[in-house]
């Protein structure tokens, strides 16, 4: 008996020690300034006023509401990390729940899917950043383990309303949070369905969701009634149509970026849908919910056709999937010994190798940190500078990141007559200026970056040549 206890609290010291290296890769990525959508999100979050605006006022896709509550929390110009607390925290717990449901099947299964999540790079990066994504992904971890348990027969009581309250949460975080439901709920559907038949299914789902279907619907009622309720509506900061171009990159970075080989790219189309197959023939568990989110999602997308599929942040939901099947087909191939233990390593190993790398660049990069360019404006102009920004979507991150530093910044309404400093952003693949003309001046480029990763800001500034 007190070998075991000993064991347990070894595990939890260990399970505890990855979640702090997840909380120092996390803390470590979040120093830098907002980019574009996190200081859009602060700037939206400070004009709304109050928590009651938040709901009200705002109704546009980039409100994150839980987010924006923080952010109004924390106030406009708090310290980037500050700013992106809620996401660093809730990304950290998500190590510790992402433990605990891999140790109902084995105690080191439980320590590798910890790892899996505390150095995935698309973790490391969503809970990092001021956004809603991870705080959604903690609750819809939540969910999964509730429901893992409840499919067992380990739970002493339904976790309905413990559901429910994880899907509320989830989806005013982000409304991806609807896509992880559809998975759910066909997970248990087809679980019930194998051991009750048709009938036995369709009453212990409905026992089971209803309460999450009314908090989901709860939800969109406040969204959508908010969004009748102004002239303009609900609306969309950008707009994609869907293009197979789109969707294909979209697949492919969010699979390299959560399993650390972003550089195989278009491969990993190929390769996840094996892997669930092999999953299947190892005997890996929740294979409905696997199969769902990993293969169904992404087929019904295909169909669907929606905007905005371009970003591998829309498919989390296939990534925490992934990151719960992986590690269980490594542990499985780990205890099966002799070639298959040391493909398991290699792959254990290849996956924390390439996570890392992508881990210490974003931590090196920042996002294109846009802290460097008020750094550089107080350098060359200590008491204040006056900015002309080229394109409205680089205002967000200019105004925030001075905010942050107490810079006092004036942003020029008009590039003539001709203000000292010039500031142009651009999108990826865009190219910029080399010495741009304004009002007669001709410009110099006297900082810039350029992030890498999966999200960030691309930015040039510039001052008028004497």
């Given at each position: 008996m007190m070998g075991e206890i000993m064991e347990r609290r070894r595990w939890w010291l260990w399970l505890g020690v990855i979640a702090a290296v997840g909380f120092g890769l996390r803390l470590a990525g979040a120093l830098g300034g907002l980019w574009l959508d996190e200081a859009a999100s602060a700037i939206q979050a400070r004009d709304a006023g109050t928590a009651m605006g938040v709901f009200l006022q705002i109704n546009h896709d980039n409100n994150h509401h839980l987010n924006s509550l923080w952010m109004q929390a924390v106030g406009f110009g708090a310290a980037p990390p500050l700013a992106r607390a809620l996401s660093i925290a809730t990304g950290t717990a998500m190590i510790l729940v992402a433990g605990v449901l891999g140790a109902r099947r084995a105690p080191l299964l439980g320590l590798i899917t910890a790892i899996a999540f505390a150095l995935s790079p698309i973790l490391v990066t969503l809970g990092s950043e001021a956004r809603g994504y991870a705080p959604m992904a903690f609750a819809m971890l939540v969910a999964i383990l509730l429901t893992d348990r409840w499919l067992a027969g380990d739970a002493e009581r339904s976790p309905a309303t413990a559901l429910a309250l994880c899907f509320f949460l989830g989806a005013f975080s982000q409304l991806i949070m609807v896509f992880g439901f559809c998975a759910l709920a066909g997970w248990v559907f087809l679980a019930l369905w194998q051991r009750k038949g048709l009938r036995g299914?369709?009453?212990?789902?409905?026992?089971?969701?209803?309460?999450?279907?009314?908090?989901?619907?709860?939800?969109?009622?406040?969204?959508?009634?908010?969004?009748?309720?102004t002239p303009r509506g609900f609306t969309f900061g950008a707009w994609s149509p869907f293009t197979w171009t789109q969707y294909l990159q979209g697949l492919s970075d969010m699979a390299g970026y959560t399993l650390g080989v972003p550089a195989l790219g278009i491969a990993w189309l190929a390769i996840v849908p094996a892997l669930v197959i092999v999953a299947r023939c190892m005997g890996a568990s929740r294979f409905w919910f696997s199969a769902l989110a990993i293969l169904a999602f992404p087929a019904a997308i295909a169909l669907l056709h929606p905007g905005n599929v371009v970003f591998a942040r829309y498919y989390l939901l296939v990534s925490l999937a992934l990151l719960l099947l992986?590690?269980?087909?490594?542990?499985?191939?780990?205890?099966?010994?002799?070639?298959?233990r040391w493909a398991a390593a290699s792959g254990l190993a290849a996956f924390a190798v390439g996570s890392l790398a992508c881990d210490i660049d974003l931590i090196r990069n920042q996002r294109g940190d846009p802290g460097a360019a008020i750094r550089a404006l107080q350098a060359r102009a200590p008491a204040g500078a006056r900015v002309f920004i080229e394109r409205e979507q680089g205002l967000p991150i200019l105004v925030y990141a001075a905010a942050a530093a107490r810079f006092p910044l004036a942003i020029a309404k008009a590039d003539c007559p001709a203000p000292r400093f010039l500031f142009i952003d651009r999108f990826e693949g865009q190219d910029f200026p080399a010495t741009p003309v304004r009002c007669g001046s001709r410009y110099v480029p006297i900082a810039q970056a350029r992030a890498r990763g999966l999200s960030g800001s691309h930015w040039t500034l510039y001052e008028v040549r004497p």
């Open positions: 299914a369709l009453a212990g789902s409905a026992k089971l969701l209803a309460p999450s279907v009314v908090a989901l619907l709860l939800v969109a009622a406040i969204i959508w009634g908010a969004a009748m309720g992986v590690p269980e087909i490594a542990w499985i191939g780990l205890i099966a010994g002799g070639w298959k």
